[in-house]
């Protein structure tokens, strides 16, 4: 069984300081994590994957995460926030093969303050 | 490159009533999914299409109904309205329905039931 948990469900920071949005997940065997990003009223857009390649998985738009299976996180960060990064952040965790369901978290909301 | 393409942009149905939204797949991709996202939450998997067959299903029950065509294309049905049917539908194709691959999306179709 899977299962993804966001701990914030919203972040403010200022801009131009660093965003942490928070992803643990649990998985009975080597997942595939994502993160995806959803503006108002539009669809979801990848920003990275994690695929059991290199841990640390620089995505677009200046995102990157780590995967720490010690710790069963995949934490989202950026050095400089950007007003334009308000939005929400979704984790996704999935599993091999076809038939496996795909697990959104349940969203962080990242307010940029001016 | 086309991207995921939904159809229509946002629906109004009344109560019992049935409806299908219709979601064409990105060029060179065989698997569609379909979430449902209700204000303020993650999205929820629904199903997923691979090559015209059903092959995975999240906790919906069968008035939740899809199709997929020779061109992987897709149809989601829903029968019976009911008024917590009220979301965002949103509609994702993948290059290979595995684990891994990432989803594109569309924009979504929001569906109003009163």
């Known amino acids: 069984a899977q299962s993804v948990t966001q701990l914030d469900s919203h972040v403010s920071v200022s801009e131009g300081t660093p965003v942490l949005l928070r992803c643990n997940y649990s998985?009975?065997?080597?997942?595939?994590l994502f993160w995806y990003v959803q503006h108002p009223n539009k669809g979801l857009q990848l920003l990275l994957k994690?695929?059991?390649?290199?841990?640390l998985v620089k995505g677009i738009n200046g995102f990157e995460a780590e995967f720490k299976k010690s710790e069963t996180s995949f934490h989202l960060t950026k050095p400089s926030a950007h007003m334009s990064d308000a939005a929400e952040y979704f984790c996704?965790?999935?599993?091999?093969?076809?038939?496996?369901?795909?697990?959104f978290g349940k969203g962080t909301r990242l307010h940029i303050l001016p | 490159e086309t991207g995921v393409t939904q159809s229509p942009t946002h629906l109004i149905k009344t109560r019992g009533q049935q409806v299908t939204l219709r979601c064409s797949s990105q060029s060179g991709h065989n698997t569609v999914s379909w979430y449902q996202q209700a204000l303020g939450q993650g999205p929820q998997f629904i199903f997923q299409y691979y090559r015209e067959e059903e092959n995975g299903r999240g906790n919906f029950p069968p008035r939740f109904s899809g199709l997929q065509f020779p061109n992987y294309s897709s149809e989601l049905n829903v029968n019976a309205l009911e008024l917590d049917d009220s979301a965002l539908y949103l509609c994702?194709?993948?290059?290979?329905?595995?684990?891994?691959?990432?989803?594109?999306f569309g924009n979504g179709t929001r569906l109003t039931v009163t």
């Open positions: 998985s009975s065997y080597s997942p595939s």
């Open positions: 996704v965790v999935s599993g091999g093969n076809r038939d496996d369901k795909i697990i």
């Open positions: 994690y695929t059991s390649a290199a841990t």
């Open positions: 994702a194709s993948s290059l290979t329905g595995l684990g891994n691959s990432p989803l594109h």
